[in-house]
């Protein structure tokens, strides 16, 4: 196995793994086990890319809207690539919760940007994650081409507090 790959991998999900935890946020989650249907050699060695607006707080039995501008995965830098999915974890005090499948695929979905909207569940101080599950991508014109899928591990996106209006911030500056 070539550790410096391995290195790169490892930082490159330590940095993507939620250093903003708000608003207008862009992760990135390294994988060096994508897969690709059909094969094709070195093509293991990838990432989940994530765009998404996520708010920072919300008030408790509040409605929310996250909003994922883009999702997919490369094996290569990109800003975007066509026919990008993903799913997305969120767990805590929120209904719904669960996975969330979003974008547009070849085989049907919704384009980009997709809107989710929850309410809050919990009281002041719970937190809301929301992860990266994994994220597909479409290269070349369909039906020839190759899908490339990666895996997020989880990683966060980012994290919406529940807060009463009139209670103090829990948010430290760096």
Same mark, same amino acid.
Do not use: W
């Given at each position: 196995?070539?550790?410096?790959?391995?290195?790169?991998?490892?930082?490159?999900?330590?940095?993507?793994?939620?250093?903003?935890?708000?608003?207008?946020?862009?992760?990135?989650?390294?994988?060096?086990?994508?897969?690709?249907?059909?094969?094709?050699?070195?093509?293991?060695?990838?990432? %989940?890319?994530?765009?998404?607006?996520?708010?920072?707080?919300?008030?408790?039995?509040?409605?929310?809207? %996250?909003?994922? #501008?883009?999702?997919?995965?490369?094996?290569?830098?990109?800003?975007?690539?066509?026919?990008?999915?993903?799913?997305?974890?969120?767990?805590?005090? %929120?209904?719904?919760?669960?996975?969330?499948?979003?974008? #547009?695929?070849?085989?049907?979905?919704?384009?980009?940007?997709?809107?989710?909207?929850?309410?809050?569940?919990? #009281?002041?101080?719970?937190?809301?994650?929301?992860?990266? %599950?994994?994220?597909?991508?479409?290269?070349?014109?369909?039906?020839?081409?190759?899908?490339?899928?990666?895996?997020?591990?989880?990683?966060?996106?980012?994290?919406?507090?529940?807060?009463?209006?009139?209670?103090?911030?829990?948010?430290?500056?760096?």
């Amino acid at each position: 196995m070539n550790v410096g790959r391995l290195a790169a991998v490892a930082a490159l999900a330590a940095v993507g793994g939620g250093l903003l935890t708000g608003c207008d946020i862009h992760a990135e989650f390294g994988d060096d086990g994508c897969s690709t249907s059909p094969p094709v050699p070195h093509h293991n060695f990838g990432a %989940v890319v994530v765009d998404a607006s996520i708010p920072l707080y919300v008030e408790p039995g509040g409605t929310f809207t %996250v909003t994922v #501008q883009d999702m997919f995965a490369t094996v290569t830098p990109a800003s975007s690539a066509p026919f990008g999915t993903g799913t997305i974890s969120v767990s805590g005090p %929120v209904t719904p919760s669960g996975t969330f499948s979003v974008g #547009q695929g070849i085989f049907g979905g919704t384009p980009f940007p997709n809107t989710l909207t929850f309410t809050a569940t919990g #009281q002041d101080g719970d937190v809301i994650t929301f992860s990266a %599950v994994d994220g597909s991508s479409f290269e070349g014109t369909p039906p020839n081409g190759v899908l490339l899928t990666c895996s997020g591990h989880n990683g966060e996106i980012g994290t919406t507090t529940i807060k009463t209006p009139d209670s103090p911030s829990t948010t430290t500056a760096p």
